[in-house]
């Protein structure tokens, strides 16, 4: 299978690597030429949490119209990103299958101008930090969840990969519910490692961190009730658990002066309260600390 990926920060490095282990035919869009010549001489380095190391080949270059059409392209890329890669998305034909990799709510929005007709959400639990242009550190292992946006989409097995030692897929048919999962699992952790520049592990090592932690949980599950069945506050620190040693993404931007994803994650969230008349007061609280941050210069 051809796949194509757009971006090549720790997601975009972590899936070409199991990618292209798998035997499927990889090339990777990458913003700057450096980065692609790089990857193309050395291939992607993963080091997995035992700090055995893969190393994979693949195609990388800067031009979206040298990249095969005939592909599964997944868009790794944040939020903020989004609008620079519809350049890119005019590279493809109308049915190439097109999968976004997001963080927050504000993707699902944004997908539904495309005119192509096979659209997919993928959010992913697997811990993942780049180390330089051609290495990525698998910090913990987790899940790639994906789901059609449009649930009456029926998905063939040879139109996507399958599982993967280290690396399992889940499908459903709920983007929407995917996605908000996700979103609140992020705006738990990520704002509260981003403030405390702190691993995800220490959210619950740490007993005062842990406390925060599960009163942004209960204040957000207050509000978006439906979601009680299937997330619970020992799903999330499951997740801190398992990704442990890893900086969210949050706090990587935060650390490094780039621009998070706070406004697609915890105001997503505290603009679907107020639409339901109700308040998340300390996910509001730390939403206004990490703009204060990025408003007075720091990223």
């Known amino acids: ?50 700090k055995k190391e893969v190393v994979a080949a693949v195609n990388a270059t800067t031009q979206a119209q040298h990249l095969p059409k005939d592909a599964l392209w997944i868009f790794a890329v944040k939020y903020h990103q989004l609008e620079d890669t519809k350049k890119v998305v005019q590279h493809t034909s109308i049915d190439t299958p097109l999968l976004f990799i997001q963080n927050g709510l504000g993707h699902l929005k944004w997908m539904k101008q495309l005119e192509n007709e096979r659209l997919y959400i993928g959010t992913i639990e697997h811990g993942a930090m780049k180390k330089n242009d051609t290495t990525v550190l698998h910090k913990g292992i987790g899940s790639l969840n994906l789901a059609p946006l449009n649930s009456r989409e029926k998905v063939t097995e040879d139109s996507f990969p399958t599982t993967y030692e280290n690396f399992p897929i889940v499908w459903g048919n709920d983007a929407e519910f995917l996605v908000l999962r996700k979103t609140i699992l992020n705006a738990c952790i990520n704002p509260l490692t981003a403030l405390l520049q702190v691993k995800n592990g220490e959210l619950v090592k740490n007993g005062h961190a842990a406390s925060l932690l599960q009163k942004v949980f209960e204040e ?18 499951q997740l801190c ?59």
């Open 220 to 237: 957000i599950m207050d509000v978006f009730s439906e979601m009680k069945p299937h997330l619970t506050l020992s799903d999330v620190r």
């Open 1 to 50: 299978m051809k796949i194509v990926i757009v971006g090549a920060g720790s997601i975009g490095l972590l899936l070409g690597s199991y990618f292209s282990e798998m035997g499927h035919e990889l090339y990777l869009l990458t913003r700057r030429e450096a980065q692609a010549k790089a990857l193309l001489s050395k291939g992607i380095t993963r080091i997995m949490p035992d």
């Open 241 to 299: 658990e398992k990704t442990g040693e890893n900086y969210s993404s949050m706090q990587q931007d935060i650390q490094n002066g780039k621009k998070t994803e706070i406004e697609t994650i915890a105001g997503a969230l505290l603009q679907g309260a107020k639409e339901r008349g109700k308040e998340i007061p300390t996910l509001a609280t730390l939403f206004k600390m990490i703009c204060a941050i990025e408003e007075s210069g720091e990223t």
